[in-house]
């Protein structure tokens, strides 16, 4: 009945989530006029690619009122808090850099992540400019073979390859601090730089590092998600076949294992690493699903959300 009320409420505004910072946000308004938001109470769960409605309580502030349905919601989570990364995004795009080095288990974890919330992925290695990129290029083959598309960037010197893959999508850039996520944004659109230096915070080494998710438009049907440097990824809302599943090259053989209810983790006779063991699927990918499977095992939520 209230979700209702508001929704005809004429004196609500509706208005899109272009910056997310805590319980602070920047909703921009169909005339592109951008007013800054709380939610109310304690409410939390709200995310830049979110539509809202909004009211407004002085003339350049409101309150969110009313998130309107997702298509898609990006998030992990620890053992008592789920993170909203981005909403309505149909593309993540990993950003990793040969320099500093990447976890290829964060990789992983985007990629169960984007996998479970129906999302594309697209890999992007950046700093090709860089000598080291040829071993991790390697290493990134793995996922490239699985179907994954994989790009090699140099956001510094030309960003025209990733264009094609940003056009009539919505995208959010994540990956680890230093990987190139906001250079990226700011050859894409070189005016952003102006918006970047109020979101950005300087840290004491002077180096900028981005504080808060941000949508920018690349044009009408295209835009992009620059967000926080991630240093972990739990994934602690996801059920444990849910993992399995999300490592797409496992499909064929689950429920195969000799016990219907196999985690494959320690149990005899599972036709997961049966495969792993004859290389059939990769063994490292068998042994990333293995940390992430123990990680849920050994903690089983207790928070609800
Ligand atoms: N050599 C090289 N350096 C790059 C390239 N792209 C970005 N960098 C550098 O990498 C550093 C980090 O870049 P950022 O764009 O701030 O990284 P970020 O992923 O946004 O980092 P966070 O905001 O902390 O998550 C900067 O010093 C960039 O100049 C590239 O193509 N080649
Ligand atoms: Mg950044
Ligand atoms: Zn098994």
Same mark, same amino acid.
């Given at each position: ?10 004196? #609500?505004?509706? /208005? ?11 909703? +921009? ?21 979110? *539509? ?8 350049? +502030? /409101? ?19 789920? !993170? ?26 985007? #990629?169960? =992540?984007? +996998?479970? &919330? ?8 950046? !700093? ?5 990129? =040829?071993?991790?290029? +390697? ?10 598309? %994989?790009?090699? #960037?140099? &956001?510094?010197?030309?960003?025209? &390859? $990733? ?28 005016? =952003?730089?102006? *918006?970047? /230096?109020?979101?950005?915070?300087? %840290? ?25 440097? $991630? ?19 496992? *499909?064929?053989?689950? /429920? ?6 196999? *985690? ?31 990680? !849920? ?9």
């Amino acid at each position: 009945m209230a979700k209702k009320a508001a929704a005809d409420n004429p004196a #609500l505004l509706t /208005g899109l989530i272009v910056a997310a910072h805590g319980k602070h946000f920047r909703v +921009e308004l169909s005339d592109q006029r951008i007013v800054t938001c709380i939610t109310r109470g304690k409410k939390t769960g709200t995310a830049c690619g979110d *539509r809202v409605e909004i009211a407004m309580t002085a003339p350049d +502030e /409101g309150v969110i009122e009313r998130i309107a349905p997702r298509t898609s919601l990006l998030y992990r989570s620890d053992l008592y808090r789920e !993170k909203i990364i981005a909403a309505n995004v149909d593309q993540i795009v990993i950003v990793v850099a040969a320099v500093p080095s990447f976890y290829e288990e964060l990789v992983n974890r985007c #990629l169960v =992540a984007a +996998e479970t &919330a129906g999302i594309r992925a697209l890999i992007v290695l950046n !700093k090709t400019d860089l000598p080291q990129t =040829a071993a991790a290029r +390697e290493t990134l083959a793995l996922y490239e073979t699985l179907g994954y598309p %994989l790009l090699p #960037l140099c &956001a510094k010197q030309d960003i025209s &390859a $990733l264009k094609a893959h940003l056009a009539r999508r919505t995208s959010v850039l994540v990956g680890q601090s230093g990987m190139g996520k906001s250079t990226i944004i700011n050859n894409l659109l070189p005016d =952003a730089r102006v *918006r970047e /230096g109020d979101l950005s915070a300087a %840290l004491d080494s002077g180096k900028h590092t981005t504080t808060q998710a941000t949508l920018y438009h690349l044009d009408r049907d295209s835009h992009i998600i620059d967000s926080p440097g $991630l240093q972990e990824f739990g994934l602690h809302h996801v059920q444990v076949e849910d993992i399995a599943h999300a490592f797409i090259e496992f *499909r064929p053989y689950l /429920g195969q294992c000799r016990f219907h209810n196999c *985690r494959h983790v320690v149990e005899p006779g599972c036709a997961l690493e049966a495969a792993a063991q004859s290389n059939t699927i990769d063994p490292r990918r068998f042994e990333i699903y293995r940390v992430l499977a123990r990680e !849920k095992l050994r903690a089983p939520r207790i928070y609800s959300a």
